[in-house]
């Protein structure tokens, strides 16, 4: 798996880096096909202060792309917010691929 954490207008710390790589431990816990994930974090000046601190990552996994976003006064909550969707959508693409079907039941004669 290909990581990249970069920052907008914000220095990406080494506390920062591991807390998002941790919390994306639980997307590979769940689905370990994740092939490139790019996190940029972003704090932007003119928006309000509730949501200044942004979070955003791209995934490609194996049969297609996901992106999720989230907005925080914090940015420690805004990667929980982002973890809490990616995970949502990784189970759900995960649910898809797996063969619920069941095969014809046998004739018995």
Do not use: W
Request: glycine content about 2%.
């Amino acid at each position: 798996m290909n990581l990249t954490i970069s920052g907008h207008h914000l220095e990406v710390t080494p506390a920062l880096r591991s807390y998002v790589t941790t919390k994306l431990d639980r997307i590979i816990r769940h689905f370990d096909q994740v092939v490139d994930v790019k996190v940029l974090l972003t704090v932007e000046k003119q928006k309000e202060k509730e949501r200044r601190q942004r979070a955003e990552c791209n995934i490609h996994v194996k049969g297609s792309d996901m992106f999720a976003e989230s907005s925080h006064e914090d940015l420690y909550a805004a990667v929980d917010e982002l973890v809490d969707k990616l995970d949502r959508q990784v189970v759900r693409h995960k649910d898809r691929l797996q063969d619920h079907h069941h095969g014809a039941p046998k004739r018995l004669m």
